[in-house]
């Protein structure tokens, strides 16, 4: 897989449902961060997880990290029609290089 | 809140032409990126600027770009001689703080949509 892969490519759910996305990556990271894109507009940053982090929450969002399978989720709870978007996650390397990459994105559609 | 603008929203020209991207970040911030996204594709790093010079440039950052920060307020992408495949979004982001990308949360611009024709 490529660096900062995301699976899976498109996603759709009804309203009030859990959804998933996952990122996987091949080489050890300093971070990862989880971008939302709505269509045709910029990305929106949603969180940061560094490598000695396991778990981190915002409002409806929950980000884990487990670097033995270099792999992260995100989940957004209780979905809404407007978390309608796409997905992205961001690795950064570890090794002093700060250059992002950046997966090609879950397409999430929740149905009202 | 304060935001990230860009100008123009939309940029038609023909191959060949120099091509001005315009970007005024936040305020307060210190460090600086352009990024690009081909339609349907990977949204890709170009360059991170930081204290008046360049910090960290990607593979596609070649002799044909360039950036600068002309007047404290504005950053921009100059791309010198346009080719058909450099016809993509391209988003400024700026960010807080004085250690690049990942450590502070960075702030996107709605983008400008390059075309060459």
């Known amino acids: 897989s490529q660096q900062g892969e995301e699976d899976p490519q498109a996603l759709s759910i009804q309203e009030g449902e859990n959804a998933t996305m996952n990122c996987s990556y091949k080489?050890?990271?300093?971070?990862l961060q989880w971008y939302r894109q709505n269509s045709g507009r910029g990305l929106v940053h949603l969180i940061l997880?560094?490598?000695?982090?396991r778990e981190k929450h915002s409002g409806r969002l929950r980000v884990t990290l487990d670097t033995s399978k270099k792999s992260s989720s995100l989940l957004i709870t209780a979905s809404r029609a407007a978390d309608t978007a796409s997905y992205f996650c961001?690795?950064?390397?570890?090794?002093?290089?700060?250059?992002?990459?950046f997966g090609r994105g879950t397409s999430l559609i929740v149905h009202p | 809140e304060p935001e990230v603008t860009q100008t123009p929203s939309h940029q038609v020209t023909q191959m060949g032409q120099e091509v001005i991207l315009r970007c005024v970040p936040i305020?307060?911030?210190?460090?600086f990126y352009w990024y690009r996204q081909i339609l349907g594709q990977k949204v890709e790093f170009l360059v991170s600027f930081y204290n008046n010079e360049i910090s960290e440039k990607s593979e596609i950052f070649d002799d044909q770009f360039s950036v600068e920060r002309p007047d404290g307020s504005n950053f921009t992408l100059k791309i010198r001689s346009t080719k058909l495949e450099d016809s993509a979004m391209y988003f400024c982001a700026s960010q807080t703080g004085t250690t690049p990308f990942g450590t502070d949360t960075q702030y996107f611009g709605p983008g400008t949509r390059l075309t060459v024709l």
């Open positions: 997880i560094r490598s000695n982090e």
């Open positions: 080489t050890s990271i300093n971070n």
């Open positions: 305020s307060n911030h210190l460090y």
């Open positions: 961001a690795t950064v390397l570890s090794g002093g290089s700060y250059i992002p990459t």
